[in-house]
């Protein structure tokens, strides 16, 4: 059974920092590609960071220079570190092996002075 499970959202002052995240289990992890998605009220889930089981990574526009994606093999988990974070960055967070779907219950991220 693939289990995913998302933490270290939260409220944060605009322009603070969060680190998210997201523990696999039930999956040969080090094989997939994972995605950091993001839901906000309203609107479509998007797909803000992606890192190759090589460590090629590419960014969500909006987000460049800002959010760094990492992962680490060993521990079946991958990161996001988020910094300079704006009241937009508020929402749910999501990660997810690449072509699958399979999800976690995300995190709350929430960006507000």
């Known amino acids: 059974q693939v289990q995913l499970v998302e933490s270290g959202g939260g409220l944060v002052q605009p322009g603070g920092s969060l680190r998210l995240s997201c523990t696999a289990s039930?999956?040969?992890?080090?094989?997939?590609?994972m995605g950091w998605y993001r839901q906000a009220p309203g609107k479509q889930r998007e797909r803000v960071a992606h890192?190759?089981?090589?460590?090629?990574?590419t960014y969500l526009d909006s987000v460049k220079g800002r959010f760094t994606i990492s992962r680490d093999n060993a521990k079946n988990t991958v990161y996001l570190q988020m910094n300079s974070l704006k009241p937009e960055d508020t929402a749910v967070y999501y990660c997810n092996p690449i072509f699958t779907n399979y999800w976690g219950q995300g995190t709350q991220v929430t960006v507000s002075s």
């Open positions: 890192i190759s089981g090589d460590d090629r990574t």
């Open positions: 039930g999956i040969i992890f080090s094989i997939y590609a």
